[in-house]
T-cell receptor, first 112, second 115 residues
Framework: QQQVKQSPQSLIVQKGGISIINCAYE??????FPWYQQFPGKGPALLIA?????SEKKEGRFTISFNKSAKQFSLHIMDSQPGDSATYFC???????????FGTGTRLKVLA | ETGVTQTPRHLVMGMTNKKSLKCEQH?????MYWYKQSAKKPLELMFV???????ENNSVPSRFSPECPNSSHLFLHLHTLQPEDSALYLC??????????????FGPGTRLTVL
């Protein structure tokens, strides 16, 4: 029940396309859902985060869609660029606590 | 230096060695973390220190020993490791507050190889 399931494991998208990464959770007590981006040789960095009181949050080309009833949330990268090539992790936590439950990661490659 | 720094960036050690990983955060945060990152696995939270007190120890083997001498520094002491301990070890920090803990800032990690 503490798992966050992330898919796909890897994704290849053409430049200008839309990249979509999905995550699903079981624990309805989760109330903070961040996405982290990790480039090779670097630590993960917060990209965007959402709380379950909204269904969508957009920051530039990055959008989180949240479906509370389905217990799913997804990251959409519009107009994907080669510079977006990285590994993306979804996570969930309860009450903003330090206990993040991370997904297994999605390796995104955007072709030029 | 800015953000969260980790040294060394790469470490190769034998199973009988003793080594230490160092983490320093320059963000004025009051909580620090050690994570283990293995291929195709979720990040595993190992230890959490808040206000220099250990608040979490996720059933980590005793061959890993953390130390937090102050709110800016965190160490992970390693001894008699196993080959399966080879992984990327990430340090992170955050600001604890009454409203909760949100963004965690990660260092670049130490790539550990145990022979």
């Amino acid at each position: 029940q503490q798992q966050v399931k992330q898919s796909p494991q890897s994704l290849i998208v053409q430049k200008g396309g839309i990249s979509i990464i999905n995550c699903a959770y079981e624990n309805t007590a989760f109330d903070y859902f961040p996405w982290y981006q990790q480039f090779p040789g670097k630590g993960p960095a917060l990209l965007i985060a959402i709380r379950p009181d909204v269904s969508e949050k957009k920051e530039g080309r990055f959008t989180i869609s949240f479906n509370k009833s389905a217990k799913q949330f997804s990251l959409h990268i519009m107009d994907s660029q080669p510079g977006d090539s990285a590994t993306y992790f979804c996570a969930a936590s309860i009450g903003g606590t330090y206990k993040y439950i991370f997904g297994t990661g999605t390796r995104l490659k955007v072709l030029a | 230096e800015t953000g969260v720094t980790q040294t060394p960036r790469h470490l190769v050690m034998g199973m009988t060695n003793k080594k230490s990983l160092k983490c320093e955060q320059h963000l004025g945060h009051n909580a620090m973390y050690w994570y283990k990152q293995s291929a195709k696995k979720p990040l595993e939270l190992m230890f959490v220190y808040s206000l220099e007190e250990r608040v979490e120890n996720n059933s980590v083997p005793s061959r890993f020993s953390p130390e937090c001498p102050n709110s800016s520094h965190l160490f992970l002491h390693l001894h008699t490791l196993q080959p399966e301990d080879s992984a990327l070890y990430l340090c992170a920090s955050s600001q604890d507050g009454l409203a909760g803990v949100y963004e965690q800032f990660f260092g670049p990690g130490t790539r550990l190889t145990v022979l």
